[in-house]
């Protein structure tokens, strides 16, 4: 069974620049494709950057420029590097993994998310 662990959130200043890995477990880690997933309050859960088994990386437009997806596979662990960060992005980061060649198909279970707010 997927089970996934988002951490590195938290309160961030304008312009800052955490980093969220996510484990994962349960699954061949290396022979999926990983995404970052948010959701603002009030909002559905968008697209926000996905890497695939074998390194190619699609990005919302949103975060292009800014956001860099990255995999280790040896640590099955998918990270989000966060540059620039504005207000707009103010979110619950979540990961998951894919079930097809779909960035939006993704398995149904999912971790805890982890709270990202970005205010001075």
């Known amino acids: 069974q997927l089970q996934l662990v988002e951490s590195g959130g938290g309160l961030v200043q304008p312009a800052g620049s955490p980093i969220l890995p996510c484990a994962s477990s349960?699954?061949?880690?290396?022979?999926?494709?990983m995404v970052w997933y948010c959701q603002a309050p009030g909002l559905t859960r968008e697209f926000v950057a996905g890497?695939?088994?074998?390194?190619?990386?699609n990005y919302a437009d949103s975060v292009k420029g800014r956001f860099t997806i990255s995999r280790n596979n040896t640590k099955n662990t998918v990270y989000l590097q966060m540059n620039g960060l504005e207000p707009e992005d103010t979110a619950v980061y979540y990961c998951?993994?894919?079930?097809?060649?779909?960035?939006?198909?993704?398995?149904?279970?999912w971790g805890q998310g982890t709270q990202v707010t970005v205010s001075s």
């Open positions: 349960g699954i061949i880690f290396s022979t999926y494709g």
């Open positions: 890497i695939t088994s074998n390194g190619v990386i």
């Open positions: 998951n993994a894919r079930r097809s060649n779909n960035w939006m198909d993704v398995f149904d279970s």
